[in-house]
């Protein structure tokens, strides 16, 4: 394809793209221009709900002050790494559960037992064995993120169509290229979901992670506020929460649709 045709094509989907955020802002600054205007007239205790200009002339001030880059890093690191642990030992338990009979028999009633279990409680005892430091609190976020991606990944292998695996068999393939070339690639639009889904619950679990004696993070930020009665603090960090989580998800997303190009799926019209 020539540079000229590349651009041609590129530039609706920019476009595209574009009016695709654009249409996505309008509820969220519509709620936020009328609460703006609610607390104005004074219809709403701008004293218990601080409006949308007061939480941004907090995050301003964390700003200059130069602890808000220190929090929301701390945040980043703790969900990364607990998203890529959880994810890695989601990915390779479900994949093994997928594929292969005797794993599914073997470790599948045991995970969904565990599975039962609040991830919250397992909090004091990591604590009990890893202390009050980073190691607890990323295990906590890898907990929460592995059992969507376990789950989502094993039934995703389990629902591959029969007759695919039939080609492959007839091909003579071995159980690596069986996984690698089939199994592994008609599972994967599911997979992305599943891993979508842990992400998200990686974002909540590290607010009960940063509960847990923490001196940095957006979840600290949360229990300052509220100790120190400032509410505008922790809509602040609330808000904070809900865009890097949209944003990471957002990366997965495009990333994930990168990987997927070759599917032909249904797309609504205007989509």
Do not use: C
Not at 17 to 22: D, E, H, I, K, N
């Amino acid at each position: 394809m020539t540079s000229a045709a590349e651009a041609a094509v590129r530039e609706p989907r920019a476009a595209n793209a574009l009016g695709t955020v654009a249409v996505g802002l309008i509820l969220p600054v519509g709620l936020a221009l009328g609460w703006e205007v609610l607390a104005a007239l004074g219809l709403v205790s701008t004293r218990l709900l601080p409006p949308p200009s007061q939480i941004l002339r907090t995050l301003g001030d964390l700003t200059a002050r130069g602890v808000l880059l220190d929090h929301v890093l701390a945040t980043l690191w703790r969900v990364w790494w607990g998203f890529l642990l959880g994810a890695a030992a989601g990915t390779v338990f479900g994949a093994a559960t997928g594929v292969w009979p005797l794993a599914r028999r073997l470790l599948d009633p045991t995970i969904q037992a565990l599975r039962s279990i609040p991830s919250i409680a397992w909090t004091p005892l990591f604590i009990l064995w890893f202390g009050i430091f980073e190691t607890p609190k990323v295990l906590l976020i890898a907990v929460g993120v592995f059992f969507p991606v376990y789950l989502t990944l094993a039934g995703a292998i389990a629902s591959v169509d029969r007759k695919l695996v039939e080609v492959g068999r007839i091909y003579r393939f071995g159980t690596w290229d069986l996984v690698r070339r089939i199994l592994l690639p008609a599972a994967l639009p599911t997979y992305i979901t599943g891993l979508r889904g842990g992400l998200g619950l990686g974002w909540m679990f590290v607010v009960a992670a940063e509960f847990m004696g923490a001196s940095k993070g957006l979840g600290y930020l949360l229990v300052d506020g509220q100790m120190t009665g400032r509410p505008a603090t922790i809509l602040a960090s609330i808000l904070l929460f809900a865009v890097l989580g949209k944003l990471s998800d957002l990366a997965l997303a495009s990333l994930g649709a990168r990987l997927v190009r070759w599917q032909d799926s249904f797309r609504p019209e205007g989509a």
